[in-house]
Nanobody, 122 residues
Framework: VQLQASGGGLVQAGGSLRLSCTASGRPFSSYSMGWYRQNIGKPREFVAL????????RYADSAKGRFTISRDNSMDTAYLQMNDLKPEDTAVYYCGASEVVIPTRQSHYEFWGQGTLVTVSA
């Protein structure tokens, strides 16, 4: 499956962005989806995941209460709504697709998008 991430940009602290990850090539509803982020010089870190049905979601502690992951299987798209953004949220955000029901590790993801840059100014 091919993944296309979009929606990044420059936003002031306290602002919001919605990232999208659109899939093509294989049935989107077969995959659980996750968002990870990576800053320069740091390892890629987990942000959120959603199961193939949308029935299960998980969040990193840093995302809880501010970010919401969702999906629209009819649109082959997963979303990450990010509110109350902070400068430390600045990173390249990547979406991944996994055949694992609850993909809790990066190694669970078979496919990755190209990343979209989120920059949060103070």
């Amino acid at each position: 499956v091919q993944l296309q991430a979009s929606g990044g940009g420059l936003v002031q602290a306290g602002g919001s962005l919605r990232l999208s990850c659109t899939a093509s090539g294989r049935p989107f509803s077969s995959y659980s989806m996750g968002w990870y982020r990576q800053n320069i010089g740091k390892p890629r870190e987990f942000v959120a995941l959603i199961s193939w049905s949308g029935g299960t979601t998980r969040y990193a502690d840093s995302a809880k209460g501010r970010f919401t992951i969702s999906r629209d299987n009819s649109m082959d798209t997963a979303y990450l709504q990010m509110n109350d953004l902070k400068p430390e949220d600045t990173a390249v955000y990547y979406c991944g697709a996994s055949e694992v029901v609850i993909p809790t590790r990066q190694s669970h993801y078979e496919f990755w998008g190209q990343g979209t840059l989120v920059t949060v100014s103070a």
